[in-house]
DNA sequence: TTGACATATATAGATTATCTATATAAAATG
DNA sequence: CATTTTATATAGATAATCTATATATGTCAA
């Protein structure tokens, strides 16, 4: 199923958080390791996911360094910083409240139906 | 905890059709009751909601008509069409995989932590 | 070995769903 | 009678995506 782009919006910035809290990652392979672990629900563009790191590395939330493996490309690595985690922690409350509260009202039984004006 | 606005995008229009799948309803009772609901974690203004619910009934999603309770002032109801309700299915089915493609993602296990290259 | 495709990063400009601010008017409240 | 609440409406600002485009390296098949 293709979910409405709309409902991304807020959520990414967290789930990129997330993913560098397990290792350091570089912008591709986080395109890559979201598309898979969300059974490609969510296939974050080229162009939405540079800026974003941009800006949590201007805001002190990532760290970026350049790196070769052997026998690889360079790419650029980012690492969460401690600032970064607790927005992380913040971002996911904030997220389990959101989610709490719609399913509130979208999970609503009709036997509780108010009575028709 | 106010959570960030920018996570309502996309399921405002959903809860909208919701609260309308139980019955008409005038714009200012659906901010009245979706706070309520969600236990004030949603603060609809005004001035997002009745542009939506305009956008809505021009594409056949609502139909609206003006009513006089005994003894209340007049106001502006809407009731949920056949193709509002099918919109609403189609909505909430796109909500569940979203929520579970975020929560599979949010709540993965360190000790599931990959490898650090 | 060359051309096409995948990998990898980057930015400008468009789109879209919110928001704030403002307007109007009726009804309730003090 | 003045202020606040209820009720609807719209214009313009903001913010988080998107598309399109650019550049460069690495891989693979013809």
Known sequence: MVIDRSLLTGST??????????????????????????????QLRAGTLYPI?????????????????????????YHLTVKGKKLLEKKTAEWEEYTRAVNKVLRRRKEYETVQR
Chains 1, 2 share one sequence.
Do not use: C, N, P
């Open 13 to 42: 910035t967290t789930l990129i958080l997330k993913l560098l809290e397990e290792g350091d990652m570089y912008g591709y392979q986080m395109i890559e390791v979201l598309a898979e672990r969300s059974d490609d629900t969510f």
């Open 53 to 77: 790191l941009h800006g949590l590395e201007k805001d002190g939330m990532l760290e970026s360094y350049e790196w070769k493996e052997e026998g690889e490309r360079a790419r650029k690595y």
